[in-house]
């Protein structure tokens, strides 16, 4: 009996090392939100994959994922807790059959404007005996990007609604005796339509008519960010680049709305963008809109160039109808403008200057 004993304890003791060294092997974990882009306030799914790939059972597990502060989960179950560094922690406990998966969903929203990271998580499972845990750190990658909300106000309405209208006139009285300016590279927003197969063969790669912006309603949409503090400080610049998002919002929804085309510059910064932001190419459409909500979302309150720079950027691919949404006064960038720039453009401003 004594030996038989003696071989339990030695098989327990060995089982309960090798458990303790590989209580999380084969086991990952993978969470973030449902969707890369949304409103403020706008409630999303927040998913936890919990995988085990190994051919264990593992009889406990705890996950800890950590949030972005501003985020706010709906459930009244779910634990919240602080870290020592400050971190926003979700938690949770369960078990894993072998080779099984366990998803989460909770419902989420962030009121905040901005670029908001799902990239630490703490695993811990326990031993056989259950008498210790082994800890492991994952680093899962997910993101989601809460665009600008619109600028609660009808003015910017009405007096785009004249703005336009000036633009349909002006497209009547210049004359535009051929409708096909040039060609240009394919962007993925043109309709098919546009495509000039005879020009996408000599060329190499995909390219589309280019056309006269007299032939249909178009304008240029320029959001500037440059804006020095003054006498208010850092907030009130912070606060007025933030309306000049919310501004830019809304003008956009107006053309998509009226159906109007509009390219679009900028000279904000943009984190994590995986292509150039300060230009997007001409273009109608959902995919076009959310384009630079994204970018806006992401935006900081960073110029990447004085707005002289932008608006000659503007200016050098020939003159459009402007529509200039900036956090200064008039009387600030119209020095910038050229005569011509002037006569086709509308100004809006967040405030004075700041």
């Not at 943009?270 to 970018?295: N, R």
Request: net charge neutral.
């Amino acid at each position: 009996m004594i030996v038989v004993l003696i071989v339990l304890a030695v098989v327990a003791f060995i089982v309960e090392r090798w458990s303790i060294v590989n209580a999380l092997n084969g086991v990952g974990i993978d969470y973030g939100s449902s969707v890369p882009l949304a409103a403020p306030d706008e409630v999303f799914d927040m998913v936890s994959n919990l995988t085990n790939k190994s051919r264990r059972f593992v009889p406990f597990i705890k996950a800890s994922e950590t949030l972005p502060a501003q985020i706010k989960l709906h459930s009244p179950d779910a634990k919240i807790s602080v870290d020592f560094k400050g971190d926003m922690r979700h938690s949770y406990t369960t078990y894993l059959m072998p080779r099984s998966a366990l998803r989460r969903v909770e419902k989420a929203s962030i009121s905040q404007r901005g670029r908001y990271m799902f990239n630490s998580a703490m695993l811990s499972g326990g031993d056989f005996l259950g008498l210790n845990e082994n800890v492991k750190r994952v680093s899962p990658y997910s993101e989601i990007v809460i665009y600008p909300k619109e600028y609660d106000s009808g003015k910017i309405g009405d007096v785009l609604g004249g703005f336009l209208g000036d633009v349909s006139v002006r497209r009547f009285i210049m004359e535009d005796p051929v409708l096909t300016a040039g060609f240009r590279e394919y962007t993925g927003r043109e309709p098919m339509k546009a495509i000039s197969w005879s020009q996408s063969a000599r060329a190499g790669k995909m390219m589309v008519r280019s056309f006269d912006y007299t032939t249909e309603p178009s304008v240029t949409v320029l959001l500037n960010v440059e804006c020095s503090c003054g006498e208010d400080g850092e907030r009130a610049r912070e606060a007025l680049i933030e309306t000049s998002y919310s501004m830019t919002h809304t003008v956009c929804k107006i053309l998509e709305e009226r159906r109007v085309k509009y390219d679009f510059y900028t000279n904000a910064t943009s984190s994590g963008a995986f292509s150039d932001w300060s230009y997007i190419s001409e273009g109608l459409g959902k995919q076009h809109f959310y384009t630079i909500l994204e970018g806006m979302g992401r935006a900081s309150y960073r110029a990447t160039e004085p707005f002289a720079s932008a608006i000659k950027r503007v200016e050098t691919r020939g003159i459009n109808s402007i529509i200039i949404i900036t956090p200064t006064d008039e009387q600030t960038i119209l020095p910038c403008l050229s005569r011509e720039s002037i006569f086709n453009a509308l100004i809006l401003s967040a405030g004075g200057a700041c």
